[in-house]
């Protein structure tokens, strides 16, 4: 049983090499060891700060190695790789509380030993009382919820198409088009952050003033997530300005943001953060090398994002629907006596036609359900598009088969009707 005084990783380990003499050399490497017992490294040390081997489990020979080493190469080693799971358990002091060096710890050199021919970090497990120590979503679920005023079903969103290119006037007027059309959430493109044609400094107030007048309107928050990445001292500035005009969302590119940014911004504003996970395919697409979601999610969440993208069912990314949906369900899982639940983002080709598989696959409504072409493709405009994604989750919620929900609503049945030919 884990205590409050470790956490635990647990990685897919590929190597030629005995599955445990490797998993020796990891534990070591990331903690106080290096190849070779050095002075100072006395018995004591080691007691207190060497990461120890929990669990090795071999799962037997690769036909081929997913990964060329020179090391083993030098070394004349040309044995069949083997692949096995590895737990690894580290001393919390090793790290204290400390993103960046956590991140460095799980998912460091450990990918460039020698010994191995593939390695990913699969999951990553903390003790409750160390999450607690991070920061902890402002918004997250409950608040977004609050904050749009959506008490129950899923969040529909969408995104500002075409994805770059418009003017600061022009996107203004495409969102008070989709405030009218009945959205909750809308989104910047994540290559769409300040670019000359549509600066922050402009795209937000005009935004922001659609936002307001449909809110007078009808007491409707729409929630839009602004993308700001940038560098830290611009991203404060430009979620600064999101609060005066009155925004509630700003959205950053955590990967090339990087813990340190994110952790900066989450401290100096109250504003829901929208994690984009765009790049997360390098570190995860191949089977025996990278990051796992679980592992992924668990240290941005500590940076305190309040929604994270999963991708979508059925989609157009190559993510295949199981991972998807676990992905969604790590999301929702707490991690501490707090509600730290982030809120999943489906993204990705996403339709009414999608809407039942997410349904069913999921089994729950704490989710932000968001469609670019879906939406704005309909082909009786967007506010078809929003209708028929509401009529799918009102359908599927009651339990209605959505081939009868069709017969009975007409923009239900015009998205089929043209996107099932997509």
């Known amino acids: 049983m884990m205590s409050d005084t470790h956490f635990e990783a647990t990685y897919l380990v590929e190597t030629p090499l005995p599955l445990d003499k490797v998993a020796e050399i990891m534990a070591g490497e990331q903690s106080c060891g290096t190849f070779t017992r050095v002075e100072g490294e006395t018995d004591e040390l080691r007691s207190r700060a060497r990461a120890t081997v929990v669990v090795v489990h071999d799962h037997g020979e690769v036909e081929q190695p997913s990964m060329r080493s020179a090391w083993l190469d030098r070394k004349g080693i040309s044995d069949r790789s083997r692949r096995g799971e590895v737990i690894v358990r580290f001393p919390l002091a090793n790290v204290g509380v400390n993103l960046s060096t956590l991140a460095a710890t799980v998912a460091g050199n450990l990918f460039d030993l020698g010994e191995v021919t593939g390695l990913r970090l699969e999951s990553l497990r903390l003790p409750g009382s160390y999450r607690k120590r991070y920061a902890l979503p402002r918004k997250g679920v409950t608040q977004t919820r609050r904050v749009t005023g959506v008490a129950r079903g899923a969040l529909i969103g969408s995104i500002i198409k075409p994805n770059v290119g418009l003017s600061a006037a022009e996107i203004a007027a495409l969102v008070e088009r989709l405030c009218a059309a009945g959205l909750d959430f809308i989104k910047d493109d994540e290559i769409a952050a300040n670019p000359d044609h549509a600066p922050l400094s402009a795209r937000i107030p005009a935004v922001m003033a659609a936002v307001r007048r449909h809110q007078d309107q009808t007491g409707k928050h729409v929630m839009v997530a602004f993308n700001i990445t940038d560098e830290t001292d611009a991203m404060r500035r430009h979620a600064d300005l999101v609060t005066k005009e009155g925004g509630s969302c700003v959205m950053a590119s955590l990967n090339w943001c990087g813990y340190s940014a994110v952790e900066t911004l989450r401290r100096s504003t109250d504003l829901a953060i929208h994690g984009h996970r765009n790049g997360y395919g390098a570190l995860s697409r191949h089977p025996a090398l990278g990051i796992g979601f679980q592992a992924y999610q668990t240290l941005w969440r500590l940076a305190g994002v309040d929604h994270m993208h999963v991708h979508g069912l059925g989609g157009k990314f190559a993510q295949d629907d199981a991972e998807?949906?676990?992905?969604?369900?790590?999301?929702?899982?707490?991690?501490?006596?707090?509600?730290?639940?982030?809120?999943?983002?489906?993204?990705?080709?996403?339709?009414?036609?999608?809407?039942?598989?997410?349904?069913?696959?999921?089994?729950?409504?704490?989710?932000?359900?968001?469609?670019?072409?879906?939406?704005?493709?309909?082909?009786?405009?967007?506010?078809?598009?929003?209708?028929?994604?509401?009529?799918?989750?009102?359908?599927?919620?009651?339990?209605?088969?959505?081939?009868?929900?069709?017969?009975?609503?007409?923009?239900?049945?015009?998205?089929?009707?043209?996107?099932?030919?997509?």
């Open 324 to 422: 998807v949906v676990a992905s969604a369900k790590d999301c929702l899982t707490p991690r501490c006596d707090e509600d730290d639940r982030v809120m999943p983002a489906f993204s990705s080709g996403q339709w009414a036609g999608t809407v039942g598989q997410t349904y069913n696959a999921v089994g729950t409504t704490d989710l932000l359900f968001m469609a670019g072409g879906g939406i704005m493709a309909h082909p009786g405009g967007p506010a078809e598009g929003v209708a028929s994604i509401r009529e799918a989750w009102r359908a599927v919620e009651a339990g209605e088969d959505l081939a009868v929900a069709r017969t009975r609503h007409r923009a239900l049945a015009d998205a089929h009707a043209f996107f099932d030919k997509a």
